[in-house]
């Protein structure tokens, strides 16, 4: 015969203080793996979201990112006339020769500068993004000074809105759009003309990158495997979509010092959980002995109490999730290790996060039930009755 649940709920409420405090221990931990775990999938979903699986991103051969690139300008033409590259709004080969560079900005609060990226493109590389909208001004005329910023440079930058003049390279650039990339790595950048970018750095009669948009899916990894193959180009080819998620490695630190902080934190919940569980077990010792006279049996009240332990770990659990809903959707930034410049995303609190939230809470009461409920299940009864 089990042991009814309301009985468990009952106790919980009947000792609020030590329920409260023992809740409230857990909530701060889940809050702190909550946190971890929104980081990361908020990172995961910049880089791994970024990118076209039709997309190929040509680099010299041995380059392990855009900045480190660099091949002659008259590579370009071999590679607009391989197989299996799809046509632009012209009817010409869709390809964009580019270049990225790292420039330093002031941030809009006035708390240090940080480097951003800037990518040079022709303009096919606005066809080849097609997932990128426009949402304020235009986009940039080609020949011409003048850039369109990423939501978050305009937000987070000085000198970023639409009219504004953003100083790099060799004088001023005009800010004369904002777009929005829903998300991705590209929400970390500001784009422009190749050649005025080439110009402005040195960099004339070369290119750092190239991309290259296939036809479908076959042909894309078919002209990848072709790029690097070809001898002429000492080039490799690499789809877009695997480059982006390669960058994810950034939240590798992260991730461990976040994981070492939650599990410490989550020792002394469970540590908590346990306390507060053999609390009640001497509390209700007569309780317990009374169960067993009236028919439970230890399986009964071993369950019970571990039950009870559990349930506790869920309403902290509940209690974090709730603490952490208003950062749901910040936004803040690290180092992107591929272009040293800064990567933004915001933390994503996703079903599968708050999810394993509850699980790593539920885990934790188990734990720090499960001595206490054996404790009460083993009590003597003749004992019980007399203390």
């Known amino acids: 015969m089990a042991i009814p649940i309301s009985y468990n709920v009952r106790n919980l409420k009947l000792r609020k203080g030590l329920t409260i405090m023992t809740s409230l221990g857990i909530a701060l931990t889940v809050t702190t793996a909550i946190f971890v775990m929104a980081l990361l ?21 041995g380059s392990a990112s855009e900045l480190t690139g660099g091949f002659d300008a008259a590579d370009l033409p071999v590679l607009k006339n391989l197989p299996g590259i799809a046509k632009d709004s012209h009817g010409d080969p869709m390809v964009s020769g580019e270049w990225m560079v790292v420039i330093v900005l002031p941030r809009k609060d006035g708390t240090g500068e940080v480097n951003v990226a800037v990518r040079g493109m022709m303009q096919d590389g606005l066809e080849l993004r097609n997932g990128v909208k426009l949402v304020e001004g235009r986009w940039f005329t080609p020949g011409q000074r003048e850039v369109v910023v990423s939501q978050s440079i305009h937000k ?24 929005d990339a829903g998300g991705s790595a590209y929400d970390s950048e500001i784009w422009g003309d190749v050649n005025q970018m080439a110009s402005d750095f040195d960099r004339q009669g070369a290119f750092g990158s190239a991309y290259l948009r296939a036809t479908d899916p076959v042909s894309a990894d078919a002209l990848k495997n072709r790029v690097s193959d070809d001898q002429r180009l000492k080039l490799d080819g690499i789809i877009e979509k695997d480059y982006y998620e390669k960058q994810t490695n950034s939240g ?16 002394g919940s469970s540590f908590a ?20 006279i009236i028919g439970f049996s230890r399986p009964s009240i071993l369950t019970s109490f571990v039950f009870e332990s559990v349930l506790l ?12 809903l208003p950062f749901n959707g910040m936004t803040t930034g690290t180092q992107n290790p591929a272009t ?15 999810i394993v939230a509850v ?8 734990l720090g039930g499960i001595a206490p409920a054996w404790h009460a299940a083993r009590q003597n009864i003749l004992t019980a009755l007399r203390g």
């Open 340 to 354: 040293f410049s800064e990567a933004v995303f915001s933390l994503q609190m996703t079903p599968h996060v708050v």
């Open 313 to 324: 770990s869920v309403i902290g659990a509940v209690a974090g999730v709730i603490l952490m």
């Open 252 to 267: 590798n630190l992260i991730e461990y010092v976040g994981w070492v902080v939650a599990i410490i934190m989550a020792i």
């Open 273 to 292: 959980a346990m306390n507060t569980m053999y609390a009640a077990v001497a509390y209700r010792s007569r309780e317990i002995a009374t169960l067993r």
């Open 359 to 366: 699980i790593f809470a539920m885990t934790m009461g188990l």
């Open 41 to 61: 999938a908020g990172l995961q979903r910049a880089f791994v979201s970024s990118g076209s699986p039709l997309n190929v991103l040509v680099m010299r051969k």
């Open 156 to 179: 987070r930058f000085a000198h970023a809105n639409v009219g504004d003049d953003l100083e790099f390279g060799k004088g001023l650039w005009k800010v004369v759009g904002v777009f």
